[in-house]
């Protein structure tokens, strides 16, 4: 179960092909849009290999195609040393597959985290999940990087909040083309968020701790998306130059 940032999966990748097996399952809960989401993704990025995830390719080569699950992880945690990890906060952990369809697979991930006390559950629509969190973190994440403000603030202030409305929009526009958008609105997302308070954002958290921004495979990987496929996505790209240079001074 892959859970480190995923910016670190690249070099991480060949160091962990020991550990795969010939019935291996490999789950990936990192932010962002992870490796294999457009393989077999009927559309027209279908098996495209996204540079902002897998620059090398290191991950294509290492992880099993077809026994890979997708989930995403709605918590808060924090590290606080080498392998020692605080959980702030957990709601739920989504498993599925990336074809939508049931498999004992993710009956049987979904039974153990279960008994373990997690409460997980089974998805058919986990690119869909992905792409829904990646919304509402693709612009908060790299904001409060930049401004060194937790989401209460960035959200109170109108300028800022129209800019988080007109990246969202713009990643909105890509998820049409790609069949991967939701009932919720922008707004709505918005006050989603504002009603968990003032919370300070994981990158900002990783920008204090010195720590690698994860902003390739989350804002990098939407204006990739974007540029493949023709759309305009001025403010998500000029963020994540900004970003680039912050993390380059942080």
């Given at each position: 179960m892959l859970t480190v940032?995923?910016?670190?999966?690249?070099?991480?990748?060949?160091?962990?092909?020991?550990?795969?097996?010939?019935?291996?399952?490999?789950?990936?809960?990192?932010n962002g849009i992870p490796w294999w989401f457009f393989a077999g993704f009927p559309g027209p990025l279908q098996d495209l290999s996204l540079q902002s995830v897998d620059p090398t390719g290191s991950q294509r080569?290492?992880?099993?195609?077809?026994?890979?699950?997708?989930s995403v992880v709605?918590?808060?945690?924090?590290?606080?040393?080498?392998?020692?990890?605080?959980?702030?906060?957990?709601?739920?952990?989504?498993?599925?597959e990336p074809s939508g369809l049931d498999s004992e697979h993710v009956l049987r991930v979904v039974a153990a985290l279960r008994r373990?006390?997690?409460?997980?559950?089974?998805?058919?629509?986990?690119?869909?999940?992905?792409?829904?969190?990646l919304w509402g973190n693709m612009n908060m994440n790299p904001l409060s990087a930049l401004t060194r403000a937790g989401t209460g603030a960035l959200l109170a202030d109108p300028e800022v909040r129209g800019l988080c409305l007109a990246m969202m929009e713009e990643m909105?526009?890509?998820?049409?083309?790609?069949?991967?958008?939701?009932?919720?609105?922008?707004?709505?997302?918005?006050?989603?968020?504002?009603?968990?308070?003032?919370?300070?954002?994981?990158?900002?958290?990783?920008?204090?701790a010195g720590r690698p921004l994860e902003f390739?495979?989350?804002?990098?990987?939407?204006?990739?998306?974007?540029?493949?496929?023709?759309?305009?996505?001025?403010?998500?790209?000029?963020?994540?130059?900004l970003t680039r240079l912050r993390s380059q001074i942080a």
């Open positions: 940032k995923a910016q670190a999966l690249p070099e991480l990748a060949p160091s962990l092909a020991p550990l795969i097996g010939p019935e291996t399952v490999v789950i990936s809960g990192t080569e290492v992880f099993p195609s077809g026994r890979t699950l997708g709605h918590a808060s945690a924090r590290v606080l040393a080498p392998a020692q990890a605080q959980l702030v906060a957990m709601d739920r952990i989504l498993v599925g373990g006390g997690v409460n997980a559950l089974a998805s058919s629509r986990i690119r869909a999940e992905i792409w829904a969190k909105r526009a890509c998820g049409q083309r790609l069949g991967l958008v939701g009932e919720v609105t922008a707004q709505e997302r918005i006050a989603v968020t504002q009603r968990l308070g003032d919370f300070k954002t994981s990158m900002l958290a990783d920008l204090e390739m495979p989350q804002l990098g990987a939407v204006v990739e998306i974007a540029e493949r496929l023709g759309e305009p996505a001025p403010y998500c790209r000029a963020i994540l130059g």
